[in-house]
């Protein structure tokens, strides 16, 4: 730079017009940069104050996830050792309760021979009344079905419209009777009281006039091995069937001539079964 140029400057500075401060002014212009500085310090100092908690926090944070982390684990050793105690609790009571059963069991084994000797197989008269009342069941409500298998496979079924027992009564054989309601043929069953006419009817027809003719399920009187000659016509039950029983259903009369009788004759097959061989019935006759 040349000495021309240097001196002009100086020159120019020398032209600026001087500029005297007042003192109180100086003192206010520090007093306000003063001011400005401790404002500056005091944020410095929160913030770092700041920086601390935030540190603290993020270090509580970390501590309180590791022990959330950690509960499961812990839960499922406890459940496991109490899962052990409750499965050794139970092994305690299953043996316990074994014994108690044996006990039972052996208190039983003690008692059994007792209660067989204390029962007593059913005498005849119950096997046969039993019998008796199954079959009316089922004649009452037309199961012939099931009633085929009363009969004896043998001798087959009987029916006799009076105690009297003639020697060419029809017998049917059990599938006869399990068909009993779907025959149409006419049979002579017999012959009527004091006509002689004979007694030719289909087997649904027979059933209405001389089987079910009463209601024999709500019968009056049962007697077993009691029956007897309520009318004229002799009877010959026991020359039929000897060794038979007879359970017969009797309903009484109301004007001293409707009275009738259903007797159901069993005897034992080669099994020693009781068995349904005869439907005989009775009724007042002239």
Request: proline share 4%; charged share 30%.
């Amino acid at each position: 730079m040349s000495d021309e140029h240097n001196h002009h400057i100086d020159q120019e500075l020398k032209e600026f017009p001087e500029y005297q401060m007042d003192p109180k002014k100086v003192d206010e212009i520090y007093e306000n940069i003063m001011e400005e500085a401790k404002k500056i310090d005091q944020q410095e100092t929160k913030r770092k104050t700041m920086n601390k908690w935030a540190v603290a926090l993020t270090s509580a944070a970390a501590l309180l996830i590791i022990a959330l982390i950690s509960v499961p684990f812990i839960g499922e050793n406890m459940n496991d050792e109490m899962g052990e105690g409750s499965a050794n609790e139970d092994s305690w009571q299953a043996a316990d309760d074994q014994d108690g059963e044996q006990q039972m069991t052996d208190d039983d084994d003690d008692v059994q021979p007792e209660e067989e000797a204390e029962s007593e197989p059913q005498s005849t008269e119950e096997i046969v009344t039993g019998l008796a009342d199954e079959v009316i069941e089922l004649l009452s409500t037309q199961t012939m079905d099931r009633l085929s298998g009363y009969v004896d496979e043998e001798k087959g079924l009987l029916f006799s419209p009076y105690l009297h027992v003639d020697e060419e009564a029809v017998v049917m054989e059990p599938e006869e009777v399990a068909n009993f309601f779907n025959d149409e043929s006419t049979y002579v069953w017999g012959q009527e009281a004091g006509s002689g006419r004979p007694i030719e009817l289909t087997p649904a027809e027979y059933y209405n006039e001389w089987i079910m003719d009463q209601d024999y399920k709500d019968a009056d009187q049962v007697r077993y091995e009691k029956y007897k000659n309520n009318g004229n016509i002799p009877n010959n039950l026991d020359e039929t069937f000897p060794d038979a029983k007879v359970v017969e259903y009797f309903v009484e009369s109301t004007d001293g001539l409707n009275w009738g009788a259903l007797n159901l004759v069993f005897a034992k097959n080669k099994s020693d079964e009781w068995k349904l061989v005869a439907i005989v019935h009775d009724q007042w006759t002239p």
